[in-house]
């Protein structure tokens, strides 16, 4: 091995490894963060974790939340795809957060220096890409999946470079392997904001073809490309068909019933046929301060749970006569994402200069894609508050629709953005060497621009935006009540003091960019080395997001992990309950807002629960009968007990006798023509268990069917994928089941005494069956098509990225070989 070429690797390894221990120190003494989504993710995901520990097996379904639901985008569908053992080597040698953004800053690198960018300067690339303050904002906060799909896309990237490089193999299995891993990650909002970019490079790839003549050149670029995409998606193929086959189901999949009803997902006058509403989608948007606050952090204020209480304010309030609050009282956010954001989207002045430099210096396709790039997920992200143009792509581009929060576009552009940047400055030493005169203009013409960027953040945007927010005045709405008058005056001091702490900001961004093209003057001059170069840009990268990143993640945010924390606190209305023999009953938490509370699900089947993908018939359930507590539907959901606020506000279980339980005879069918017929039904029945409503659809199973509800049925036996029930009747009767509808042929298999039956849906979200006379086993079985054919494919294509992968490596090594032998 040639130690002096692998110097540079080595320190990268080393500098990433360190930089990512010092970012998480904390974990190495036991302790992780506070994230808020991960124990939601715990709690939701209790009954799954149990049954695997007790079976082996993975359980596709859930009792647990929304009265049950798939948990296919619960827990991320990874069967048979052998891509997840190749993250295993990392989390076996440093875990937890610190593997997760040293893989992450290892994808970046590898994406710069594969395709022949120095390996000082691109050290600087991956710290920025691992210290980016909005991507540990995102981490903090939980979303895992998110911050590794993300880390996963330099190499999706590396792999287009590589491949209209015209290195085709590797640049076809390099995109192959990231796309598969970014899959495999199981966040795809942030792979369609990225896929949305690729076009672009496309166009100016083929533009440079047609103009070279080289169109057969482009035409295998784009053939390798393919059938890496392919591979990648088969190599998903468990988690994309799972995902797929449910979505049409959620909330995201349009509307089941003919008149929608309105609710926080289907605002009144903007109901769509397919996918989320407008408002519901374009919530968590980013507002012009938002996008300033990704060069100059406090430009909205910071986070929602920022601490705050600056000297003007504080004076304006002991002016008018109050005591200032307490920091914490006060919300420093003043930007769009009005619903609340733990911290700004700050993608670091460093990069912000390097950004600029690049789109003056690297070659011309890469300047487009990165920057138009950058432009277009920008715009993306700002959603509702650049109305004309992101209801355009909602209504034109397919699955846009179905993707909510788009303030989160702006996650992956640290890799964007820094990424061009070292491209740029590589591309830019080889122009000094052969035209300085060119370089010379390139890096003054780019100062220029940073200057007039950063000038216009300091002079310009301030009294353009303000500092004021749409819920400032109600935050001291009984301060006007009690002195006329003095609003204005404590309004004006908390404005004057978000301005002062933005223009502290503001001027440290500016120092840093000034800093930043000092480093790449030294560098034209040749004072320094480009090793030299690296080093400081990414001492400058490092010391610009520490600055930031302690106000968000800090010490208060982590905490001591052990078997206790990780559970979730059990309350004596929950030891009441699970002291209960029965096997199977559900409970109504009616101490939290219950369609937003994951946690009842750690210790019982809720008909609640949390869900941004929970089906559209039970979001219906929720919004007309659940909302408003009506008793028939919760009986007819088998909910046992009430959780209710008690003595002190503490939990208190009440015992709900009238549940219909988990399976129920009725003694008459009521059938209807209509989604909406089947579902006002419910509120207007006069005896809801004993009648099963059943629409049009299932007329045929149901023919000539005289049921008396004579007899008895019990459920012998729960899992998550397998229900058991015994039955006993004289007469041929229906049997409605508390089990909520999934359906038809998605996955739900009954038999009675092991042959085959046919479901139908009743009472618009319930299971029903057909069951003859006499003693029978009823057994519903969960077992989902998509699945186990998806695990298939899956071994199969990511097998071929490993194979593919190992013999490139295998040809390289004997390519060497032979040339070290002839040498």
């Not at 070429?5 to 302790?31: E, N, R, W, Y």
């Not at 993908?613 to 009986?635: A, C, E, G």
């Not at 509120?683 to 004579?710: M, R, Y």
């Amino acid at each position: 091995m040639d130690f002096k070429k692998a110097l540079p690797h080595i320190a990268a390894v080393v500098i990433f490894l360190l930089v990512a221990c010092v970012t998480f120190s904390p974990q190495f003494s036991g302790k992780g963060l506070r994230q808020g989504d991960i124990q939601s993710y715990r709690a939701a995901s209790k009954e799954m974790k149990d049954y695997a520990e007790a079976t082996g097996e993975r359980a596709n379904w859930t009792g647990t939340s929304f009265s049950g639901m798939p948990t296919y985008l619960i827990s991320t569908v990874s069967a048979g795809n052998n891509l997840k053992y190749l993250g295993k080597p990392f989390r076996a040698f440093i875990g937890g957060g610190a593997g997760i953004f040293f893989a992450g800053m290892l994808c970046c690198y590898l994406l710069l220096v594969l395709n022949g960018v120095n390996p000082w300067l691109s050290i600087a690339g991956g710290v920025g890409v691992g210290l980016a303050t909005t991507t540990l904002v995102v981490y903090g906060a939980g979303h895992t999946t998110k911050v590794q799909t993300i880390f996963y896309l330099p190499l999706v990237a590396g792999g287009v470079i590589m491949a209209f490089r015209k290195y085709y193999l590797l640049g076809g299995l390099l995109f192959a392997l990231g796309m598969g891993m970014a899959i495999m990650s199981n966040h795809p909002q942030m792979l369609y904001y990225f896929g949305l970019t690729l076009p672009v490079y496309g166009i100016a790839q083929l533009v440079k073809a047609v103009r070279a003549g080289e169109l057969v050149s482009f035409g295998k670029s784009l053939g390798v490309l393919v059938v890496g995409l392919v591979l990648a998606i088969g190599a998903g193929a468990s988690n994309l068909m799972t995902t797929l086959e449910y979505s049409p189901a959620t909330m995201r999949g349009g509307q089941v019933l003919e008149t929608p009803l309105v609710d926080s997902s289907t605002p009144s006058g903007d109901v769509p046929e397919d996918g989320l509403a407008w408002d519901y989608a374009t919530m968590w948007s980013n507002n012009t301060k938002d996008i300033i606050a990704t060069y100059a952090p406090l430009a909205a204020g910071g986070g929602g749970g920022q601490a705050f209480n600056d000297r003007a304010f504080s004076a304006a309030m002991r002016s008018a006569g109050f005591q200032a609050p307490p920091a914490n009282r006060v919300p420093a956010y003043h930007g769009g994402k009005i619903e609340g954001t733990a911290g700004p989207e700050y993608l670091g002045a460093v990069i912000w200069a390097l950004f600029i430099f690049g789109l003056f210096t690297a070659r011309r396709s890469l300047a487009i894609w990165l920057g138009l790039g950058t432009l277009l997920v920008m715009g993306l992200s700002m959603g509702k508050y650049l109305d004309g143009f992101n209801h355009f792509l909602y209504d034109t581009l397919p699955y846009l629709n179905k993707l909510r929060a788009p303030s989160s576009a702006l996650n992956i552009l640290p890799f964007m953005m820094v990424g061009l940047g070292v491209f740029g400055i590589d591309r830019w030493l080889r122009t000094r060497e052969d035209t300085p005169e060119t370089a010379r203009k390139q890096l003054l013409y780019s100062g220029i621009a940073a200057a007039v960027f950063g000038l216009m953040v300091l002079f310009v945007f301030p009294s353009v935006l303000g500092f004021s927010s749409p819920t400032d005045a109600s935050m001291f709405a009984g301060v006007e009540q009690q002195k006329p008058g003095a609003l204005r005056n404590i309004l004006a001091g908390l404005e004057e003091s978000r301005r002062s702490l933005y223009m502290a900001d503001a001027w440290r961004s500016f120092l840093f960019v000034g800093l930043t093209f000092g480093v790449l003057f030294l560098l034209f001059r040749k004072t320094v080395s480009p090793l030299i170069a690296g080093l400081a840009l990414t001492a400058l990268v490092a010391f610009d997001f520490s600055g930031i990143n302690g106000r968000y993640i800090s010490d208060k945010n982590w905490v001591t992990v052990n078997k206790r924390t990780k559970e979730v606190p059990m309350t004596a209305a929950d030891k009441q309950i699970l002291a209960d023999p029965d096997i199977h009953y559900r409970v109504f938490n009616l101490t939290t807002s219950f369609h937003q509370d994951p946690m009842t699900s750690y210790y019982h089947k809720h008909i609640g629960g949390y869900s941004a993908v929970k089906m559209r018939r039970y979001q219906d359930i929720i919004t007309k009968y659940l909302i408003s507590r009506d008793p028939d539907v919760i009986n007819m959901l088998n909910t046992k007990y009430i959780i209710v606020p008690g003595q002190g506000g503490a939990p208190q279980a009440q015992q709900n006798p009238a549940a219909y339980g988990a399976a129920w005879l009725v003694n008459d069918i009521m059938p209807v023509s209509s989604n909406d017929a089947e579902f006002n039904a419910l509120g207007t029945v006069e005896n809801l268990k004993g009648t099963a409503i059943v629409h049009s659809d299932f007329s045929d199973e149901v023919a000539g069917l005289q049921p008396t509800g004579e007899g008895s049925i019990e459920i012998t036996n729960y899992s998550p994928n397998e229900l058991t029930y015994s039955f006993n009747s004289p007469s041929e009767q229906l049997v409605v089941f508390s089990e909520v509808w999934y359906g038809p042929d998605l996955g739900w298999e009954a038999t009675i005494d092991g042959s085959p039956a046919e479901l139908i849906r009743t009472n618009y979200i319930l299971r029903g069956l057909r069951v003859p006379a006499g003693q029978h086993t009823i057994t519903m079985t969960f077992h989902p098509a998509s699945y186990f054919t998806g695990k298939t494919i899956s071994m199969i294509c990511s097998l071929l990225i490993i194979l593919g992968l190992i013999g490139y490596a295998g040809w390289r090594f004997m390519e060497n070989r032979k040339a070290a032998t002839a040498a």
